[in-house]
């Protein structure tokens, strides 16, 4: 049943703020929210960040000017963090702040205990892409969900329409190429959690493609992995009939000046969009220039992302990897001029002395060219600027070598100093301030009643200090005059006078100075009125840790399970005494077939494993996978989990829950879940600690599996090996050919695709968590799991038959990484664990 879309409304514009600077920049250039994070628990560590001691002082500061501040705790937690998580809360709630934002389902739990009015919103990092997943988030307690940034506006509008819940939407900023909240890459690579705030940006750097084995020549293509940023401004109004909360600029590691650009960007496209403007319309009441300066402040190339529609050819040009700016012209080649050497360029667009420039190179940047511009040649003269359209000869300074400058290469202005200081003085000299309406009124020889009140709410009343007189005839300005000039000399404040009312008899005067103490009342009264706070509790992290449990039925029953790509591996699995197995198929239609040849030959136990992504309209993948009565299904999203219940097939919430601490295992075995998949961001202590209590018997550990790196809306496959944009037109290389990406060390990692078309990155070398397998035992676990992605039989037959060594105690895990190293090459690695030894 769909729920009818929310009255056409002015969607707030939410800026980023790493530091004081860049908070002081979205205020002024208009931003209606500021998120920012404090130090620890949020998804830029690299940010200055905030602290607790001066987060009174902040929100309140937001709050004298009209704008509201979210706090970011937008990471997974672990069992012996939540007391400082608490801690955070609770300042949070002190301070006042507007909304916390989270990932993590039990950190959710603990922000409800202990603020119950805080607001809460659903962090982009607890991948909501379908209305299920929204709609379990209000259960949590939450008041807007974060979207997905793969998800299609009509997408959005689908979830829109079966659901009522306050939605945001990225529309500015870098693009993860993997789904937010299941990236793995920096866990993997380096022990640095992307769940955790600590993304190393793999993703950023280049990699080569492997097709069936052999090394291909891309060209300049290194990037494979790096996509455009968004810049979706031309598509405010479309979210603005959608009904869309929020629209929000990502940047928290960005300065004042990315800050001020795009704020005043999406502020005018809003206000043009609500003011009636539709379509590509919207641009004429956006001041020109505005969008320009805000790429030029920072940029990787630019686009509306999936807001348009999945294009895997347009998001990943795959030639540059970081901040380029904007396109300036194409190099000619280098030219001499008075011994001096020059970059010869034909412009298309302005340059100027002092702009940052760059030639891009070749491959992985081979040959790039940068730097500061010293002096511009136009036809033999120096000048300070050149327009677009010209010929000139640029001088990049003596300390700069442009002999590798290539002819055809685009050139890029990195950097506008002028720009950057004309943006920064725009919001200096004319900040955006908050508009106040005033009512006057009161009877000669009273006291006049003075009240004002803001448009986002604030309010003050005050009374005169000197009667009303009736004034002498011929005094010059009438009273309503009078009273605006004195009244609105509100000179620093965050104010500016909207509407003023009078209700004073006419004919009748309020003295000057009495009009000028009763302004500073009020505008002291509105400052004060922006200051709240949030009431807490008494019951805390300690108090929800001991009432953690599981739910009051047997646990699943033990045995080691297998996830298999193929049937081949799936037969393997068994014929080497596997307990069970669990498909995950490429080819929807094959999972049939494959359940019932698995059965026929005595499986006893089959499962089947959805994609990790459920989009709207994919909820019928999951109704035929349940058609087939497997003996267990994977529950891999939020949607699922909350969808999926009482359906009376067994359900293993998978890995791709972000299960880290008790509070969140217990609310998703609330679920109708028989058992879950903890979190790979568990490193061997962490797991061993979650395992050490009541939770063990409902847990299925992963025990081998090459780790999911990148898990992407984006198709590698169908970008690299075909001219199709989507699904409907690649052709499928994916079923014909195998795919890996190359690092900078010489490891392929494998790259598969499925039933959604949705590419993971595996990692080259498998992840044992053979060393916590005894204490995982002796905390009471009995399910575990391996998952394989391209093992032949014979290194099927091997893994199982060893690890159920292992899990006997015939062998241990140093014997283990011998057996399997000594028997097939076969080696492991720690990964996130890091309990193997070389």
Known sequence: MSTPLPPRRRPEVLAPAGDEAALDAAIRAGADAVYFGLQGFNARARARNFDTAGLARTLARLHERGAKGYVTLNTLVFDDELPSVEAAARACAAAGVDAVIVQDLGVARLVRAVAPDLPIHASTQMTCTDAGAVELARELGVERVILARELSLDDIAKIRSQTDMDLEVFVHGALCIAYSGQCLTSEALGGRSANRGACAQACRLPYELVIDGVLQDLGDRAYLLSPEDLEASTLIPKLVELGIASVKIEGRLKGPEYVAATTRLYRAAVEAAVAGDAGAGSETRVAPGLREAALQMYSRGSGPGFLAG??????????????????????????????????????????????????????????????????????????????????????????????????????????????????????????????????????????????????????????????????????????????????????DTPFELGALTVALPAGSLV?????????????????????????????????????????????????????????????????????????????????????????????????????????????????????????????????????????????????????????????????????????????????????????????????????????????????????????????????????????????????????????????????????????????????????????????????????????KGTIGAAELRRTLKAEGGYGVVSGSLRVLQA
């Open 310 to 491: 999945i294009d895997h050819q347009r998001l990943v040009e795959a030639r540059a990897c970081d901040h380029r700016g904007l396109l300036t012209g194409a190099c000619l080649g280098v030219a001499r001029h008075r011994g001096r050497p020059h970059l010869q360029v034909r412009l298309e667009a302005p340059i100027a002395r002092g702009d940052g420039v760059l030639v891009e190179g070749g491959f992985g940047g081979e040959g790039e060219v940068g730097g500061r511009v010293w002096g511009v040649l136009r036809r033999g003269e120096d000048v300070e600027r050149a327009a677009a359209g010209e010929e000139v000869l640029v001088w990049l300074g003596p300390e700069v070598n442009v002999a590798g400058a290539a002819s055809g290469r685009r050139v890029w202005k990195t950097n506008d100093p002028a720009r950057e200081k004309a943006v920064l003085a725009e919001i200096e000299r004319a900040p955006h301030r908050l508009r106040v309406d005033v009512r006057v009124s009161g009877e000669v020889g009273e006291v006049p009643r003075f009240e004002a009140r803001a448009e986002n709410g604030l309010a003050a009343e005050v009374t005169g200090d000197m009667a009303v007189s009736e004034a002498r005839s011929g005094t010059g300005a009438s009273l309503a005059e009078a009273l605006r000039d004195k009244l609105g000399r509100l000179g």
């Open 511 to 807: 003295p000057p100075s009495s009009l000028n103490r009763a302004r500073r009342a009020l505008v002291e009264q509105l400052l004060a009125s922006a200051s709240r706070a949030w009431p807490t509790t008494a019951r805390g992290g300690a108090d929800l840790l001991a009432s953690a449990k599981p739910p009051d039925r047997e646990p699943p029953r033990g045995g080691l399970f297998v996830l298999c790509r193929s049937v081949a591996q799936a037969e393997a699995a068994l014929d080497a005494g596997a307990d069970g197995v669990y498909l995950d198929l490429l080819e929807l239609t094959g999972t049939g077939p494959a359940v019932r040849t698995l059965r026929a030959r005595g499986a006893g136990f089959v499962g089947v494993a959805p994609p990790r992504i459920r989009k709207p309209g994919e909820e019928k993948i999951d109704r035929y996978l349940a058609s087939l009565e497997p003996d267990a299904v994977l529950v891999r999203g939020l949607g699922a989990l909350r969808d999926g219940a009482g359906s009376g097939i067994p359900r293993i919430g998978d890995f791709s829950l972000n299960v880290t601490n008790r509070l969140s295992a217990a609310e998703v075995l609330s679920h109708d879940l028989a058992a879950f998949t903890p979190s790979f961001d568990l490193d061997a202590a962490q797991l061993a600690a979650l395992l050490d209590g009541p939770f063990a018997p409902f847990a299925e550990v992963v025990v081998h599996h090459p780790m999911p790196l990148f898990h992407m809306e984006h198709c590698v496959i169908a970008a690299l090996l075909s001219e199709g944009k989507d699904h409907r037109d690649c052709g499928r290389p994916c079923e014909k050919h195998q795919i890996a990406l190359r690092d900078r060390t010489g490891m392929d990692h494998p790259v598969e695709a499925d039933v959604g078309c949705r590419n993971t990155v595996f990692h080259a070398a498998a992840q044992s968590a053979a060393g916590v397998v005894a204490a995982a035992q002796q905390g009471g676990a009995r399910r575990f799991r391996i998952e394989l992605v391209r093992e032949a039989r014979d290194e099927v037959g091997r893994l199982v038959s060893t690890y159920r060594k292992l899990l």
